[in-house]
């Protein structure tokens, strides 16, 4: 049998996933039984290693009557952007003198996902990392800056600030974030933090539209073509910061 002891604990892309595969021997003597990979289901080249070996070529195990063995499967991801593979399929096989003519086999498939609960559609699957997001100008070029107060007064405390999500090509934040359907959406929000001088603590500014509805940099709509996210920071409560 396989189990994944890590339930949907998400698995970046460097990350080994890993399994546990408990071999019984449910007959009534020793068993000799090799433990493998069907090859022709490794077709993105996965290194798949059982307790540190590789299972490119069969391991053998010697189980006694109603003897349980438990071993270690990881699955290490190659290069590429792919995040997204069909299961490996493992055999146990008797290596047994007696069944070398008909051995007997079973087969069990490595995935951390399913589709659905009653859906054949499994997956391996692995997490994309939180997009990389940075300051756009001028915060981007500076990192202080001073503001006038007779601008803050004349735009009422409203700072515009804007930020850049370098991954826009493939992905706009909002359509990264956790409340979409999707096996690859894990981010929750983006928003802007901010501690006064001498502080340790940060704390959360409070965002808006430019028609005054708060929002965060993730928020549906916000992100132009081209990655920019652009915001109003409403600064009246906050001091040195």
Known sequence: SIAHPAGTKPYLPHEPMKFEATLTNNGSSRSYAELGMELQTNTAAFKVLANGESLAMAREYVLEAGEN???????????????????????????????????????????????????????????????????????????????????????????????????????????????????????????????????????EGRTKQSNGTPAHFATSDIEDEFGYSTLLWDIKEVLDA
């Open 69 to 203: 063995i438990t071993t270690t499967i990881t699955i290490s991801k190659g290069p590429g952007e792919m995040l997204k593979f069909s299961p490996i399929r493992l055999f146990l096989r008797s290596s047994c003198s007696s069944d070398r003519q008909n051995p007997v086999v079973v087969t069990a498939d490595l995935f951390n996902y399913q589709e659905t609960e009653d859906s054949d559609a499994n997956w391996i699957v692995f997490t994309s990392p939180c997009p990389a997001i940075r300051w756009a100008d001028p915060f981007h070029l500076r990192p202080s800056f001073v503001i006038n107060k007779d601008a803050l007064d004349a735009s009422d405390s409203q700072l515009e600030v804007s930020i850049f999500n370098e991954d826009y090509v493939n992905r706009k934040l909002s359509d990264r974030l956790t409340e979409n359907p999707g096996w690859n959406n894990r981010l929750e929000d983006v928003v802007l933090l901010y501690r006064s001088v001498g502080s340790k603590d940060w704390l």
